[in-house]
């Protein structure tokens, strides 16, 4: 069995990089008393599995951690806690409002569902995120022309960091939506739904193709895609964090 968690991480923890959301994480699942696993050898870590890293500086409302459970304690949608929670008992909503108590502020657990295992990691398994993201110096009118421009073209070459070395590469392929979503505080909006497959893209290279000389706001993934059987979906939505 596993627990499968989406969160978000909105405001100033956009500056904790991936690794400290890591460590909050498990501090968390150990200060509830979640029944985890742990691997084996002279440095037993707890068994954790992200979606895809998240680049600091980023907002996200679509964050997901794959924790595998001890099937010992699990009976049907009932966690038996161990360790600082001794003798609770937990369903999902217990668990995602125990969680929610224990992470610092600007982390929130969305979604919550215990479910069994499956094959295959979940980074493994994105397709896509969405995204929303400002930028800061440009002109509205100037950015809606450049996304038109983009999306007529066959061809979007942005400079990217290969193995130290700077490279052209062509992304128009792995833009799947791109369009303007009015204003911010800062700048135009603009909401996109880029590839992650076979190299992530992010929208900090779409800022010099949309506004060059301009710099990327806040950027905020809104979603990670995932399919099955056919279907393109959420690893989990806030609508279904309670099922079997």
């Known amino acids: 069995m596993r627990l499968r968690i989406r969160f978000s991480k909105l405001g100033k923890v956009r500056f904790v990089g991936h690794r400290d959301v890591a460590r909050i994480m498990e501090r968390a699942l150990?200060?509830?008393?979640?029944?985890?696993?742990?691997?084996?050898?002279?440095?037993?870590?707890?068994?954790?599995?992200?979606?895809?890293?998240l680049p600091t500086c980023y907002e996200s409302e679509a964050e997901y951690l794959d924790v595998p459970l001890n099937p010992d304690l699990v009976q049907d949608q009932t966690v038996f806690c161990t360790g600082w929670g001794q003798g609770?008992?937990?369903?999902?909503?217990?668990?995602?409002?125990?969680?929610?108590?224990?992470l610092p502020n600007g982390f929130d657990v969305v979604a919550l569902t215990i479910e069994p295992k499956s094959k295959g990691s979940l980074q493994e398994?994105?397709?896509s995120c969405g995204w929303s993201f400002d930028i800061v110096g440009a002109q509205t009118d100037g950015v809606q022309n450049a996304i038109e421009t983009a999306l007529n073209s066959s061809v979007i070459e942005v400079d990217r960091k290969k193995k130290?070395?700077?490279v052209r590469e062509d992304i128009r392929h792995g833009i799947h939506e791109l369009r303007l979503d009015g204003?911010?505080?800062r700048g135009p909006l603009v909401v996109a739904e880029l590839s992650a497959k076979p190299r992530v893209i992010r929208p900090s290279e779409l800022v010099d193709v949309l506004a060059p000389g301009a710099e990327l706001g806040v950027a905020k993934r809104t979603h990670q895609w995932i399919e099955t059987d056919g279907q393109r979906i959420e690893p989990l939505t806030p609508s279904n964090s309670i099922t079997t």
């Open 183 to 185: 204003e911010s505080e």
């Open 125 to 127: 398994a994105v397709l």
């Open 88 to 102: 609770e008992a937990h369903n999902p909503t217990e668990l995602q409002d125990a969680l929610n108590k224990a």
């Open 164 to 166: 130290n070395e700077i």
């Open 30 to 53: 150990r200060r509830c008393g979640i029944p985890v696993t742990y691997s084996e050898g002279f440095s037993p870590r707890l068994r954790m599995s992200f979606g895809l890293a």
